[in-house]
């Protein structure tokens, strides 16, 4: 089964700078650059028939959600490889996000405060991933209870990638999952 992605928050928060990386990377090839608005890429194929992606430049404008949907249909076609898995590649942030997981590890706390980071295993992208975040006082004893007894947890808050690695920023609203609770 194909999922498109239409989610325009999701979208939204796509990086122009991050998917160009991205096209580089798999050997797409710049072909015309218009003003500051966008890119025009083409596949490293130099057929006149070879495929090309619009990429715009300024996440502001209201066609740019519509914009990242055509190019996710253009690589999941070129790549044959999911919208998702694809857009696990290219996700460097998004504000505001709702994580369910469960604590795979508790990191050694900081001496001088009860607080430190924990490891959540939870889905991102369709697929299992670790995600990093810093907790303190009764959020990070929650995180100690729950890595105890195997509880999942909710949190809120800026999820980020940094080198591959996905944290959970400015973390707020962290509970326990409140369907498995005693």
């Known amino acids: 089964m194909n999922v498109t ?13 991050q998917i160009s990386y991205y096209l580089e990377a798999k050997g797409w090839k710049q072909a015309q650059q218009i003003d500051s608005r966008a890119i025009i890429w083409t596949s490293s194929d130099i057929k006149p028939e070879a495929p090309q992606i619009v990429l715009p430049l300024n996440s502001t404008l209201p066609d740019f959600p519509v914009s ?12 044959k490889r999911s ?3 694809i857009l696990a590649d290219l996700i460097t942030g ?7 997981g469960i604590v795979i590890q508790i990191h050694t706390p900081n001496a001088d405060k009860l607080s430190g980071e924990i490891t959540l295993l939870g889905v991102i992208a369709d697929q299992l ?7 303190a006082d009764k959020d990070y004893i929650l995180a100690i ?8 947890v909710f949190c809120t808050g800026d999820l980020i990638k940094e080198n ?9 609203n962290f509970t326990l999952d409140d369907q498995w609770q005693n």
């Open 68 to 79: 990242m949907n055509l190019m996710l249909e253009t690589l999941e076609v070129i790549e």
């Open 164 to 172: 591959q690695v996905f944290i959970v920023k400015n973390t707020r």
């Open 129 to 135: 991933r670790k995600i990093k975040t810093e907790l």
């Open 83 to 85: 919208q998702l898995e």
């Open 5 to 17: 992605i239409k989610d325009i928050e999701l979208l939204k928060n796509l990086q122009p700078q």
């Open 94 to 100: 998004l504000p505001n996000t709702t994580i369910q």
């Open 145 to 152: 209870k729950s890595y105890q007894e195997r509880l999942p």
